[in-house]
């Protein structure tokens, strides 16, 4: 029988709620979704390939999400424990190393799946998954700077997933149409990154995470996330035109115009406010992302 502590933990199975609790389903939607949106824009080249559709949601949910929430909260749980001590392994429901099995063993089934769906998903898939890991874990530890990690998270969320779904379903490299709108809606989803640190500020600021909020302030930070939000809708609006799809500019552009309202209402008080907004303004964005999924279809 194990007598060391950490051998006793180590041998204690983690329950499977704590361990779902950790690859954090919630988070899944955005990458699923995004991957949804690269499904959409590449039109009749769907076809019947819609086995691949279904088994790409699960690789950018399911699989890649969850393997960088698993990564994340390993490295994470020093902070953890003083923003949030109730998370899976600050609390130990997630005993001794487990959170890193868990992180290696989700890399490694990822890969294996992404390998199944062709060479373009495979490699979108190795660049997701490394990115988590440099994100994360040091030394590397993206996550020091908060101007980067935000950017490899919206990166991570948003582009590489439509860039990954369009690819599944043509079976080859997406349009140039399909990859700049996969890149402004990363760099739109920088400033979503941002809002979420806010929970966040205090530990980042003890242990020394130098988060876009916890480095120029809450208020400072609202701004910068509103501008990286509504600058990227403007050159996609701006894009749609240009390619003839007025009816689906107009439509991003309202949406912008009433994020813009929200955008507002959420600088008056950043830090309560901005929960609110990622239920609101965030919900328009996204909306935007598949209006020009749409629009796209026609142009591969």
Not at 7 to 35: C, D, G, H, Q
């Amino acid at each position: 029988m194990p007598s060391h502590p950490a051998a006793i933990a180590n041998s204690r199975l983690p329950a499977i709620s704590a361990v779902v609790e950790l690859l954090k389903p919630i988070t899944w939607f955005a990458p699923m979704w995004a991957y949804g949106c690269g499904v959409v824009s590449v039109g009749n080249a769907t076809g019947d390939r819609w086995m691949e559709a279904v088994a790409g949601a699960i690789l950018a949910g399911p699989l890649v999400c969850g393997t960088s929430q698993a990564v994340n909260d390993w490295f994470d749980r020093d902070v953890d424990a003083i923003n949030e001590p109730g998370r899976p392994i600050p609390s130990g429901r997630i005993p001794g190393m487990w959170g890193l099995y868990i992180a290696c063993a989700a890399t490694l089934i990822s890969m294996a799946f992404a390998a199944a769906l062709g060479p373009v998903v495979f490699a979108a898939a190795i660049v997701g998954i490394v990115l988590a890991w440099a994100y994360s874990a040091p030394p590397i530890r993206l996550k020091r700077n908060g101007w980067i990690s935000s950017g490899v998270c919206g990166a991570c969320y948003e582009g590489l997933p439509w860039f990954t779904g369009a690819a599944a379903m043509s079976g080859a490299m997406p349009s140039n149409p399909v990859i700049v709108l996969a890149i402004l809606y990363s760099i739109g989803a920088h400033g979503i990154m941002t809002l979420n640190d806010f929970k966040s500020v205090e530990g980042d600021r003890k242990l020394g995470l130098l988060s876009v909020p916890a480095h120029i302030g809450i208020h400072n930070a609202a701004l910068v996330a509103c501008a990286f939000m509504a600058l990227p809708q403007l050159l996609v609006v701006i894009c749609l035109v240009s390619w003839e799809r007025p009816a689906h500019a107009t439509a991003v552009a309202a949406s912008m115009l009433v994020q813009l309202v929200l955008m507002r209402r959420l600088l008056e008080d950043p830090e309560a406010r901005a929960p609110w907004y990622n239920a609101t303004g965030t919900l328009l964005f996204v909306i935007g992302m598949l209006i020009s999924a749409f629009a796209v279809r026609t142009l591969n």
